[in-house]
C-alpha cells in the first residue's frame, strides 16, 4: 500500500500589509492578501522529500477557509503535491484552535493518512498547538519540532534540537509530525509545476460532510475568545544623538533614563 503524506497548511494574512481586525474581534481578511504560511511551506517541503524517497507515496494537502484559502493549495500544489482538500462552511468564522483540529481530525478520518506533516506554527496566531492537538484527537503519535524526518519501514524518524541536547525520535505510522524552519529550504514553485497545479484536483468538503454540528465550532463554539483589541500606536520619531564629544554621555545617559541601564 502506498503512503498517505497529508501536509495540514494554511492561509494566513500577509505580514508585509496592513493587517486590522473586523468588528467581531477576528481577522479581518477582506482587507488584505493572503497567502501560504510562510512556516507550512517547510512541511509542505519535508513531506515531497518523503514522497521522492518513498516510491508510490502520495502528498495531499488540507487546509480550512474562507473561499481564498484555495491560493495557498495551489501554492503547495504548484510546488509539487498531488492533489488538495478545502474545508469550507459558512459557520467556521472565527473558529479557534480547538474547534480547528476537530475540523482538521475528521477531515483527516474521511480522506484517509498514514503521515501528517504541519509546519512548527502558523505565520499569524504562532501558537504551535495544532499537531499536539490532532494527535491527541486522531489518538497517534506525535514527533514534534523536527529539524529532520524520514520514513521507512513503517515508522517515522526524525531529530529534534533543543538547547541543551538533540533527541533523535521515532514513532510507528500513522502519526503526526511538526517540522522546523531549519528543516530544508522549500523549494520554488516552476513554471511547470504552476500550470500543472491548475489542473490538480481540489476537494471541497463542509461541516456536514464531516459531521460535525455547526454549534461546536466558530466563534459560537470557540473555547477561547478575544475580548477587547487595540490598535497599536504609530511609530514615533525616535531620538537622535549627535556625537560632538559628549556623545558617549549622552546615549548613556537616555538609555539610563529609559531604564535600559
Known sequence: MSL???VCVKYVPDATGDRRFADDATTDREGVDGLLSELDEYGVEQAL??????E?????????????????????????ADKAVHVNDDDIHGTDALGTSAI????????????????????????????ALLAERLGVPQATLLSEVAVAGGRVSGRRDGDAATEQV??????????????????????????????????SLDL?????????VGLAGAWTKVEDVTARPARTKGVIVTDEGEGGKQLAAYLAEQKFI
Request: hydrophobic residues 45%.
Open 4 to 6: 498517505r503524506i497529508v
Open 49 to 54: 522529500r518523503i514522497a521522492e524517497a518513498n
Open 56 to 80: 508510490g507515496a502520495e502528498v495531499t494537502v488540507l487546509t480550512v477557509g474562507p473561499d481564498d484559502a484555495k491560493d495557498a493549495l495551489r501554492k503547495a500544489l504548484s510546488m509539487g
Open 104 to 131: 482538521l481530525a475528521a477531515a483527516l478520518e474521511k480522506t484517509g493518512y498514514d503521515l501528517v506533516v504541519c509546519g512548527m506554527a502558523s505565520t499569524d496566531g504562532t501558537m504551535g498547538v495544532l499537531p
Open 170 to 203: 521515532e514513532a510507528a505510522l500513522p502519526a503526526v509530525v511538526s517540522v522546523t524552519d531549519q528543516s530544508g529550504e522549500a523549494r520554488y514553485p516552476s513554471f511547470k509545476g504552476i500550470m500543472a497545479a491548475k489542473k490538480k484536483p481540489v476537494q
Open 208 to 216: 456536514d460532510d464531516l459531521g460535525i454540528d455547526a454549534d461546536t
